[in-house]
């Protein structure tokens, strides 16, 4: 809900007015105003509502974490200035003193207990448990002292917590999953101690924040922050150009060299953590699977390890980066980066065999192929829909009709987490730098109890796997760790439950004179990376 323009400082008055007649702003309002084109904003303004990406990206201007990720995916103190394992399954936080939540309130260790202990309640749509897991309690020491209680030993705890965002206890006091996005959406309960204050946001439109000087770390520059979303790729260029922002994220491939040749403007790219992969079900019934003239099929041919082999070599990963992403990004063979801890050096380059991948669907029974609806995002991450549309060009090759099914992932996430496809991509970042938490989130068999698998909704189980990527959440050991990983990644390539099709590459665009940008490996766009110009 938006606030009477009466409630607002005079500069906002200032910058709403110049955006309703569409003029520029000037002066100190210009100087101090930051306005980032961004292609997707929050589903919510609750930080425990959803996983996804574009919404932690935009809501840790609000709330802060207990451990922070730097550009590289390095561990940083945060709200937590220190931590260590003081047994094997108790971790000990040491909170930075002096801060405060933007209602001038102390942050102490009960708003951290309050948080961990909030988010199953509350949680959404892909729910932001994976980040809590492991927790069984949380023990306040004293107002700066928390012990995490966890279910065995948790290494990488500390890895988990970079996406564990700290509500006020007073401000988010008794919401349940009914009102609590109603609460934090009004602005009643978005009180956080992060370097921004919530002002308001409008969904699917705009998110603004200001600045708060009461903030624990380095003054912002910026006393506004505009996030205009704008997921039509021309929109986002041509305000750009127009100079209606400062910055976009994830400039279009093909803009890019254009974009580099604007003297006005200047792009910085880079490789992400992002990985396209596609989700194949392994169930006995499957929704939108079928023969070529509609009718039900015996049993679902996604289960035959032969198909899902001749499906992984249809897919011309090159190709893909070349045409579909226009160069940005690069082909994958596992489901995490090569920077990621416990990636596996020795599989080998996933090559195209189209010989090869029908003489597999001949001896899997399905010489002529068979249907199926391939379902994949359009404005989640860059390409989405030009890769997606690809995929499904490159498996007729084989004799599969494909229907290729691109939609937002507003709609596509909760449907992925129903059941609803038989054929799905989206992309999946490694977001902690350790593949336990991929593997551990969507390969390992869906297992509530042991709050594993969450995001394997399709049927998938290997024991074996199981056992690799338990054994690996409590080794202490970094290098045993890495090692268990290693070899879990190994079964995954083997099975193919899911295809690791290419990683993102990523780019910004922005007004040269006014801003430059640090970027990130996860493609958070912060405002606190973005930088005037001097």
């Known amino acids: 809900m938006t606030k009477p323009l009466s409630h607002r400082s005079p500069l906002w008055r200032t910058v709403a007015l110049a955006a309703l007649v569409g003029l520029p702003l000037s002066g100190a309002a210009m100087a101090q105003t930051l306005t980032i084109g961004v292609r997707a904003g929050p589903e919510s303004i609750d930080p425990h509502f959803t996983a996804t990406g574009t919404h932690a990206e935009a809501l840790k201007h609000v709330f802060d974490t207990l451990t922070w990720s730097g550009d590289k995916l390095q561990i940083e103190p945060r709200l937590a200035l220190s931590w260590k394992a003081i047994e094997p399954s108790v971790w000990e936080f040491k909170l930075r003193p002096g801060v405060k939540f933007h209602d001038g309130s102390d942050f102490t260790a009960e708003d951290v207990k309050f948080s961990i202990e909030r988010i199953p309640v509350v949680a959404g749509p892909n729910p932001t448990t994976i980040y809590v897991r492991r927790v069984k309690e949380v023990k306040i020491v004293d107002p700066l002292t928390v012990h995490i209680v966890t279910d065995g030993p948790a290494p990488n705890l500390p890895n988990d917590f970079i996406r564990l965002f700290i509500v006020s206890h007073k401000a988010a006091a008794g919401l349940t999953k009914d009102n609590a996005n109603d609460a934090f959406n009004t602005g009643k309960a978005a009180i956080g101690t992060g370097p921004y204050k919530f002002v308001s946001w409008t969904p699917k439109d705009q998110l603004v924040l200001e600045r708060f000087d009461g903030y624990w770390g380095e003054k912002e520059p910026w006393q506004r922050v505009l996030r205009k979303e704008l997921p039509n790729d021309a929109a986002r260029v041509a305000q750009l150009k127009a100079g209606q922002v400062d910055i976009i994220v994830r400039a279009p491939a093909s803009d890019v060299p254009t974009l580099k040749r604007d003297t006005k403007l200047s792009v910085t790219t880079i490789d992400t953590v992002y990985v396209f992969n596609m989700e194949l079900d392994m169930r006995e019934k499957s929704p939108q699977v079928s023969a070529k003239d509609g009718s039900a099929l015996p049993k679902n041919p996604l289960q035959d390890v032969k198909v899902r082999e001749a499906i992984d070599l249809a897919i011309d990963r090159p190709a893909l980066v070349d045409v579909a992403m226009e160069g940005l990004g690069s082909a994958v063979n596992q489901l995490v980066t090569p920077d990621i801890a416990g990636y596996n050096k020795s599989l080998p380059p996933l090559k195209p065999d189209l010989a090869k991948a029908k003489k597999l669907m001949e001896e899997a029974g399905y010489p002529n192929g068979f249907k199926v609806s391939f379902s994949f995002t359009n404005d989640r991450l860059p390409g989405d829909r030009q890769v997606g549309t690809s995929i499904a060009q490159m498996l007729a090759r084989i004799g599969i009709d494909v229907n290729a099914n691109a939609q937002p992932g507003a709609v596509f996430f ?78 995954v390539a083997k099975d193919r439950p899911r295809l690791p099709i290419l990683a993102v590459g990523s780019a910004w665009a922005m007004q040269k004179a006014k801003v430059t940008i640090r970027p990130r490996v996860d493609e958070d766009t912060l405002a606190m990376d973005i930088k005037p110009v001097k």
């Open 414 to 491: 909760p449907a992925r987490l129903r059941g609803d496809f038989s054929l799905s991509m989206s992309g999946w970042g490694t977001l902690t730098g350790e593949a336990n938490y991929t593997l551990s989130s969507v390969v390992h068999s869906n297992d509530p109890a042991k709050k594993l698998g969450a995001f394997n909704v399709l049927g998938y189980k290997n024991a074996e796997l199981d056992k690799l990527i338990e054994d690996a959440a409590i080794e202490m050991d970094e290098a045993k760790r890495n090692d268990l990983l290693a070899q879990a990644n190994a079964i």
